[in-house]
C-alpha cells in the first residue's frame, strides 16, 4: 500500500504554463466576441425602438391633422405665420401652427407637457405647414386658396438627439 501511495504522490499532473496562456487567449477571444455581438444587439434593438416610437408620433401628428382638415372641411385656407389658417363662412377659423417644437391644431399643442390627447415626446423644431395652389402659388391673406395643397414637413428629434431623428413630408389636396 506504500508503494501504491508513493507512486501517486510522484505523479505531478498539472497544466504548463503555455497551456493556460493558450487556453486564456481563446477564452478572451471568445469572449470578446460574444459581448461584441451581444452590444451590436442592444444598440440595434434601441435603435429601431426609437425609429418605431417616431414613426408613431409621426402618424398620430399626421392623422390629427387630416381628422381636423376633414372634419372641419374647410372653404379656403391661407397661410400664417408658422402654420395655415382654415375658413369657412358659418364657422370660426381653425388654425395648425408649428410653434416652437410643438405643432397646435386648433389651440391643443402636441408637446408633452399639454394635456392634449396628441401629445408628444419627440422635438418638432424644424417642422412646417404650407398651403399653395395646385400652380404653387402661396395661399396668402390677400390671395385666400379654395383648393390646393397643403405640405407638411414634420421632423421628429428623440431626445433632441441628430442621429435619431425621422423626417417626413406629406402633401395632400383639399
Not at 29 to 38: H, K, R, W
Not at 59 to 64: A, E, H, K, V, Y
Request: glycine share 10%.
Amino acid at each position: 500500500m506504500k508503494e501504491f501511495a508513493k507512486r501517486l504522490s510522484s505523479r505531478q499532473e498539472g497544466f504548463t504554463l503555455i497551456e493556460l496562456i493558450a487556453s486564456l487567449t481563446i477564452f478572451a477571444m471568445i469572449a470578446g466576441l460574444i459581448s461584441g455581438v451581444t452590444m451590436f444587439g442592444f444598440r440595434s434593438y434601441h435603435k429601431i425602438t426609437v425609429q418605431n416610437e417616431l414613426r408613431d408620433e409621426a402618424d398620430l401628428i399626421m392623422s390629427s391633422i387630416i381628422t381636423k382638415l376633414y372634419t372641419y372641411g374647410p372653404e379656403r385656407v391661407q397661410n400664417t405665420a408658422g402654420g395655415i389658417e382654415l375658413q369657412r363662412s358659418d364657422a370660426p377659423p381653425e388654425t395648425i401652427v408649428v410653434s416652437g417644437s410643438e405643432i397646435v391644431i386648433s389651440g391643443s399643442g402636441t408637446g408633452s407637457g399639454t394635456a392634449s390627447p396628441i401629445a408628444v415626446n419627440s422635438e418638432l423644431g424644424d417642422s412646417v405647414i404650407t398651403a399653395s395652389t395646385a400652380d404653387g402659388r402661396s395661399c396668402t391673406v390677400g390671395a385666400l386658396c379654395e383648393s390646393g395643397t397643403i405640405q407638411i414637413k414634420l421632423v421628429l428629434k428623440y431626445e433632441g438627439s441628430e442621429e435619431n431623428k425621422l423626417e417626413l413630408n406629406s402633401q395632400f389636396g383639399f
